[in-house]
């Protein structure tokens, strides 16, 4: 038995597929790639994949984990190079480490980085931007609607937000937008670079945001960025389009 | 060539169920760049992606065409209606999974025909492809289209549609196809040109070089080509050896769920059988095997390239396939030792299968199918469905001591010359497998169920029944009705067929030239999906008829004597109208004929020179 963790990443190519896709994925790059990954035992054995968290139908990531089980060891860079001669274009592993001790990576997750991309109808000034998303976060509840498969119910998804940046997309570039939540987003490295959003916001129409967004994520309290851009409507208006959803990093325990 | 690829943005995609549908990219796509290739092959499967990914045709011919260095050929399948909304509403031309470009700049269009309630999705993808539907508004700068599969044996009602089609096995008349295109490509030749040229290679038709004259009575009177130079009968193309034949081993692997989703294992075609009603066992003729060596070689790198966790073995019938011992012997060990589940459709339940299903599956007892077809030995015995009661009650308690809880019973209503009798002895039947149940586990527990479906018996072309007179809707509803009032028990469920449906499959399978205005109009109206319970429109239907002038009890309820010249009588699928006749005769006296194996009846399908005929 030998534990790995791999972090990889899932591109455009692949961002439409849901969970469940994405781990017969694994299991059939896997049986390509011949890496002795274990079996559960049982009527119906599975491969003994786990995946940090859900990444939903539409997102990009360049951090997800993935737990794996071998039956056998194998070297970290090989695994890695198997691997990534046998996942379709648009998934990539990035770092493999071996697991120490027991823990699982599903329930240690605790928070997530996303980037989320809108565009707002032309017309709104930087200013009246700035001031509408400090207004929002400035309040003590930050209620939405969440629906479920059987209902509709309402949510304060304050409480699950860590720190927000914003950023407003100008002739010249990129712009923050500089206000202070819980703490500075500078914190985190900005690889958002120009080019690699290029072709979005050929896409977009309007003015377009990029938020940082460092919400709780996993088992116990998990925000998804829509929701937050739910939020946003109702002091930018409904004209909030989602141009796309990145993740950025998963924080575990 | 140049890329005009159609702008997806993400909010589209992300507005419509299942955008995976719509984004191709999956592992084994095949990808080339448009600007080096001459030829451009649009390969259209007319319903959604999960059905057509699942189609083993396609995959042979995307991977045979693809092969060339002159040809890119992509796929494209209707989209749900959803995304079709948004396309409209987006100005958004259809295009294909490789390379998004749009239908309308490609050189050939090929549509598989795999069941006549698809015709509709054809017009549908030809207008959201910027296509004029009708062959006689398309120019010298619309593409060609063409059209092959099962529903080719009849190509009539799609006579206006298609500038050509592909009759029998496409793997040897595309490649002739294209080598002709190419030529063609080079020449000042129009398309109507080309198309003259092609009509004298074996298993092309193109429908506009020949002309059908109709009696007073609306009868066929005669159909000829236009000109002598063009063949009067079009015999289907057929692969000689499966061992030589092409066959993809590095087949694309879908991302989302599909219908069938797993590598296939194609082990043979045509069936050695002979039910009277069954299309695919005579249109398919003769019986050509792969060897167990050749299928051994195909799984292991099917296996290797895909990944896949399930195989699944296909043919018509799996426990007729010569060899079939060896092979699943073989193939057992292979897939246990890549952990692949082996899927064993379509086999006669007997200790030998159940055996290896255990074996060859380690997932749970899922269920097993019988389809005895009719209630009573006598209807039985008229389908050549050579299967007694005695069998059917053997294999089911083998089942159930097995372990099996979950049966599935499949039978026909409305078979020639079915009486209530028959009827009857469906529920005699259901009742019998139930007691059997009791024989062998005593009292039955919660888990047993016993599904019962009856599907209605549509005559289709180039089998015994091709003259029959199919039930009419009522009729249908009545038997329907009787069953569900007598198959009443906590173990048995009832499934049945909506009688409108099948009643407009059984038009557009007898079909002649003049039903294709009926489907014109049909689309017009905004049918679509028709074999889809939620989008079948029978009103839009019926309208459709009434104002084309035709009536579609000409084609459903009119017994035709075997004399009638009728409208498909110019395809020759090799077996001859002669033993259909005879075949006809024997299944009102109630005769059996032997298979294939046993014995030759001289079907005629001698001509392809197969093994299995001399």
New interface residues.
């Given amino acids: 038995m030998y534990n790995l963790r791999a972090v990889f990443a899932r591109g455009k190519?692949?961002k439409?597929?849901?969970h469940?896709?994405m781990m017969?994925?694994f299991?059939?790059?896997?049986?390509?790639s011949h890496i002795p990954v274990s079996?559960s035992c049982g009527?119906?054995?599975r491969p003994k994949l786990v995946f940090g968290l859900p990444l939903a139908?539409?997102v990009t990531s360049e951090g997800e984990y993935v737990d794996i089980v071998l039956d056998e060891e194998m070297k970290n860079d090989v695994f890695m190079e198997k691997m990534n001669g046998?996942l379709?274009?648009?998934l990539k592993i990035l770092k493999v480490s071996p697991v120490e001790g027991k823990g699982n990576i599903m329930s240690s997750i605790q928070g997530a980085l996303y980037d989320l991309i809108v565009s707002i109808q032309f017309g709104k000034t930087e200013e009246y931007i700035k001031q509408s998303i400090k207004k929002l976060i400035s309040q003590d509840e930050i209620t939405v609607e969440k629906r479920t498969r059987k209902k509709v119910g309402i949510i304060d998804i304050k409480p699950m937000i860590l720190d927000i940046g914003v950023k407003i997309l100008s002739e010249s570039g990129f712009k923050e937008l500089e206000f202070g939540y819980n703490s500075n987003m500078s914190y985190f490295p900005d690889k958002l670079a120009k080019e690699k959003y290029s072709d979005?916001f050929e896409?977009c129409e309007g003015t377009v945001l990029i938020f940082s967004l460092l919400v709780r994520a996993g088992s116990r309290g998990n925000l998804k960025p829509e929701l937050f851009a739910e939020a946003l409507k109702s002091v930018l208006g409904q004209d909030i389009?989602?141009?796309?959803i990145h993740r950025r990093k998963l924080f575990a325990d | 060539m140049k890329s005009l690829a159609v702008g997806l943005s993400n909010k589209i995609l992300m507005s419509v169920e299942k955008p995976a549908r719509y984004a191709g990219n999956e592992w084994n796509m095949v990808k080339k760049d448009p600007k080096n290739i001459p030829a451009r092959f649009a390969f259209c499967f007319p319903d959604v992606y999960e059905i057509g990914m699942s189609h083993l045709g396609m995959k042979i011919l995307y991977h045979l065409i693809n092969k060339r260095d002159d040809t890119y050929c992509e796929r494209f399948f209707s989209p749900w209606t959803d995304m079709e909304d948004k396309m409209r509403e987006n100005d958004l031309p259809l295009f294909s999974l490789e390379t998004k470009d749009p239908l309308n700049i490609f050189d050939i269009i090929g549509f598989t025909l795999q069941y006549e309630m698809s015709y509709t999705n054809i017009l549908n993808m030809l207008d959201l492809g910027r296509v004029p539907v009708l062959a006689a508004d398309r120019g010298e700068e619309h593409p060609f289209v063409c059209a092959g599969g099962p529903c080719a044996y009849n190509p009539e009602p799609l006579a206006d549609f298609v500038d050509f089609f592909i009759i029998g096995e496409g793997e040897n008349v595309i490649n002739e196809l294209l080598d002709r295109y190419m030529v063609w490509r080079g020449s000042n030749e129009s398309k109507q040109g080309f198309l003259k040229s092609i009509a004298g290679i074996e298993g092309i038709y193109v429908p506009s070089l020949y002309l059908p004259r109709y009696n007073g009575d609306m009868t066929l009177k005669s159909f000829m080509p236009v000109d002598s130079a063009f063949p009067e009968k079009i015999r289907k193309r057929i692969v000689h050896d499966l061992d030589t034949s092409f066959f993809p081993e590095d087949v694309i692997v879908p991302y989302i769920d599909i219908v069938h989703n797993r590598a296939m294992l194609e082990l043979y075609r045509g069936c050695i059988r002979g039910c009277r009603f069954c299309q695919a066992g005579f249109v398919y003729r003769p019986v050509r095997e792969r060897s167990s060596g050749r299928l051994m070689d195909i799984a292991g790198k099917t296996i290797e390239s895909t990944g896949y966790e399930e195989i699944s073995l296909v043919s018509l019938s799996t426990s007729d396939y010569s060899e079939i011992e060896k092979l699943t012997g073989g193939l057992v060990g292979e897939t246990e030792k890549n952990r692949v589940n082996l899927s064993l459709p379509s086999l006669r339940i007997d200790s030998f299968s159940l055996d290896l299903m255990e074996k060859a599956s380690k997932v749970r007892k899922s269920g097993l199918t019988f389809a005895p077809e009719a209630g009573t030995q006598r209807l039985r015995n008229v389908i050549n469905k050579g299967v007694t009661e005695e069998d059917l009650i053997k294999s089911v308690k083998m089942a159930f001591q097995g372990g099996w809880n979950n049966i599935k019973l499949y039978f026909m209503l409305g078979l020639p010359g079915e009486t209530m009798d028959d009827v009857d002895g469906i529920v005699d039947l259901v009742f019998k497998v139930l007691d059997a149940y009791r024989e062998v586990k005593g009292k039955p527990n919660r888990r047993l169920n016993i599904t019962v479906s009856t599907s209605c018996f549509i005559p289709k072309v180039f089998t015994p029944f091709q003259w029959e007179v199919q039930d009419n809707i009522l009729l249908i509803r009545d038997k329907q009705e009787y069953l569900k009032d007598r198959l009443r028990s906590k173990y048995i469920s009832y499934n049945w067929h909506d009688p409108e449906l099948s009643m407009l499959e059984a038009v557009f399978a007898r079909g002649d030239r003049r039903t294709g205005k009926v489907l014109l109009k049909a689309w017009k109206k905004g049918c679509k999906f028709d074999a889809w319970h939620e989008h079948f429109r029978y009103g839009l239907w019926l309208e459709a008829f009434d104002e084309s002038g035709v009536d579609p009890a000409f084609y459903t309820s009119r017994k035709r004597s075997s004399e009638e010249l009728l409208p498909w009588d110019h395809i020759d699928i090799g077996v001859s109208k002669k033993f259909l006749v005879k075949e006809r005769e024997k299944a009102y006296k109630g005769e059996l004929t032997g298979n294939c194996k046993d014995i030759c009846s001289g079907c005629g399908a001698a001509v392809f020179d197969s093994e299995i005929c001399r």
């Fill in positions: 190519e692949v439409f597929i849901s469940l896709d017969r994925v299991e059939r790059a896997l049986r390509r079996y009527f119906n054995p139908v539409g046998s379709p274009a648009g979005l896409s389009n989602i141009c796309e």
